[in-house]
């Protein structure tokens, strides 16, 4: 089983980055069988979603090149884990775009969130819970929450301590989840 984590900042100089990165390390250094991957979400390009076809109605063939990129490596996954800055609230619009853009892909598998911003993320994952219900995603309560002022000094990415056995125990439930779903 594989599992995609998305990094869902486009900017230059994000933050996310060292977020996504440490993320992946821990993961990959599990021993579960289960293959993590780091998606960066910069790469795509995913253009805005201006296609007539509802994306969930497009059986995973696009008319945009960049797009049917993406679909191909988010279908690959069997499930995710979103690292996601908060923006004005919410989630970020590009992110958004590029969940928009697609559709079976993201049906029915399983997702955690890794959020951080100056209110560590916490409101950007409330936001994505409502979202991925649409497509009956199977949500891990078990999130990480980093705060910009207290866990980024100077820009460099330095998570507390007990950061380490939250994301443990994230990626326990998630992978927990997996087994079910692939039963
Ligand atoms: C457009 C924008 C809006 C933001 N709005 C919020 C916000 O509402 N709440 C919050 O906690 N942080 C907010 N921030 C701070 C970001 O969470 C913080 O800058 C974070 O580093 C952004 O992630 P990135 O650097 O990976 O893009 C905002 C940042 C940007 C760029």
């Known amino acids: 089983m594989k599992v995609g984590i998305v990094l869902g900042s486009i900017r230059e100089g994000r933050m996310g980055e ?9 993961a990959q250094g599990r021993d579960t069988g289960v293959e993590y991957e780091l998606v960066d979400l910069k790469e795509f390009n995913v253009p805005l979603l201006e296609s007539p076809v509802v994306p969930g109605a497009a059986n995973k063939q696009y008319d945009n090149d960049q797009v049917q990129e993406w679909s191909n490596a988010i279908d690959s996954f069997d499930g995710f884990i979103f690292v996601t800055p908060e923006y004005n609230h919410s989630i970020p619009g590009a992110f958004k775009n590029a969940f928009d853009a697609l559709g079976s892909e993201w049906f029915g598998k399983a997702v955690a969130f890794v959020g951080y911003g100056a209110s560590s993320g916490v409101r950007a994952i409330e936001a994505w819970r409502l979202i991925v219900a ?26 507390e301590d007990r950061k380490i056995q939250e994301a443990a125990n994230m990626f326990t439930d998630l992978e927990a989840m997996l087994k079910k779903v692939n039963a």
């Open 18 to 26: 060292g977020v996504a990165r440490w993320v992946t390390d821990l």
């Open 134 to 159: 649409n497509f009956q995603m199977l949500q891990v309560r078990a999130a990480l929450e980093f705060n910009l002022f207290t866990e980024f000094p100077e820009g460099n990415f330095s998570p």
